[in-house]
């Protein structure tokens, strides 16, 4: 079984910065895609950006512009590079990874807490 561990949440002042790192416990074949997403206190998880395997790039619309996702294939690790944080982008941050080998797959990891005060 894959584990996704992220790493780097915490807690920043607004305006500050952050950068998520997850990384897989093995080699994943077959990746579509690795993406984060988010989930505030109350409210519905959201997409927050993808990265397939041919390098093609999706953001919500809350982040374009601040966040940058990265992605190094060789070792099945994806990276959000978040600046200008806001408070509500205050969230549990979740990694992704989503494709298919023999059949369809989709692994979560358990989430990293970031928290931006104002």
């Known amino acids: 079984q894959v584990q996704l561990v992220e790493s780097g949440g915490g807690l920043v002042q607004a305006g500050g910065s952050l950068r998520l790192s997850c990384a897989a416990s093995?080699?994943?074949?077959?990746?579509?895609?690795m993406s984060w997403y988010r989930q505030a206190p109350g409210k519905q998880r959201e997409l927050v950006a993808t990265?397939?395997?041919?390098?093609?790039?999706n953001y919500g619309e809350s982040v374009e512009g601040r966040f940058t996702i990265s992605a190094n294939n060789a070792k099945n690790a994806v990276y959000l590079q978040m600046n200008s944080l806001k408070p509500e982008d205050t969230a549990v941050y979740f990694c992704?990874?989503?494709?298919?080998?023999?059949?369809?797959?989709?692994?979560w990891g358990h989430g990293t807490q970031v928290t931006v005060s104002s």
């Open positions: 992704n990874v989503g494709g298919w080998y023999v059949g369809k797959y989709d692994y």
């Open positions: 093995r080699t994943i074949p077959g990746i579509y895609g």
């Open positions: 990265i397939t395997s041919d390098d093609r790039i």
